[in-house]
């Protein structure tokens, strides 16, 4: 998670602790070779601020792998000057859920392959799930399945499906909301929340996910969650999902 030119990283979208430059981890996962980094502004919708270019392309510019940014886009021209910066894809979120026809905009004008449609979505007491926006503060009474159809409908190229409870538990990804989300929709869907061992990997791409992503697994090391950022190779991953 982006925030004041910073990193940081969050457990179920609350208590945001602090794990360094995005610049230096930039590095890090450069050496690693990582496949693509997503870079997402959280509370920048919420505290209704605009995407910190300046940061952006600092961080664009050292990237070796394909980026995807998102966080306080209200406006195609938001969309236009963070691609010139060197972003491969957008990530929207709040906007899509306040003004699902921007999505459709967004990608008549950039083309699907370069927007992302992230759905934060919260598991309820009762069953069943909401999608949240807002940094996960309200609820937007719809749910994951139903509304990645309707953004698939709209022109998006990817869903990245993000579990609010299980994100930074590093306690595993919800199999449950991945598999709702992926019979779904025909497009890509890229799974967030929860991993925390590399068997988690193979967990939520068996339950029907396309791509996986992560952040505290990636960022902390041992019980105390010490910051060490790393990376597993690509012949771990490939051992992993042929095991």
């Known amino acids: 998670m982006l925030r ?48 910190s270019f300046a940061v952006i392309e600092d961080i664009a510019s050292q990237c070796f792998m394909p980026v995807c940014y998102g966080g306080g886009i209200n406006s195609l021209d938001d969309i236009k000057r963070i691609i010139n910066l060197g972003v491969e894809k ?57 509304f990645a159809r309707q953004m698939e409908d709209s022109g998006a190229g990817e869903i990245l499906i993000n579990s609010i409870n299980k994100d930074g538990t590093m ?25 925390g061992e590399m068997v988690h990997f193979k967990e939520a791409y068996l339950s029907g996910a396309t791509a996986l992503a992560a952040g505290s697994f990636f960022v902390f090391h041992g019980k105390h969650r010490g910051v060490l950022i790393s990376y597993p190779s690509r012949q771990e991953f490939v051992d992993l999902i042929n095991r």
Not at 13 to 38: H, T
Not at 94 to 122: L, Q, R, W, Y
Not at 171 to 188: N, Q, T
């Open 4 to 51: 004041n030119s910073g990193l940081y990283k969050t457990v179920r979208f609350k208590s945001p602790k602090y794990v360094g430059d995005p610049i230096n981890a930039v590095k890090v996962f450069n050496e690693k070779e990582v496949d693509e980094i997503i870079i997402l502004d959280y509370t920048a919708a919420n505290e209704k601020r605009p995407p």
């Open 90 to 146: 957008i990530s929207l979120n709040t906007i899509a859920i306040e003004n699902p026809s921007f999505v459709e905009k967004a990608a008549s004008m950039f083309g699907s392959s370069s927007i992302v449609v992230s759905i934060d979505s919260k598991k309820l007491v009762f069953g069943g799930y909401e999608v949240h926006y807002r940094s996960g503060t309200k609820s937007a009474k719809l749910r994951p399945a139903d």
């Open 171 to 195: 306690l595993g990804y919800d199999l449950e909301l991945i598999k709702m989300v992926s019979e779904a929709v025909k497009i890509p869907v890229i799974a967030c929340g929860g991993a």
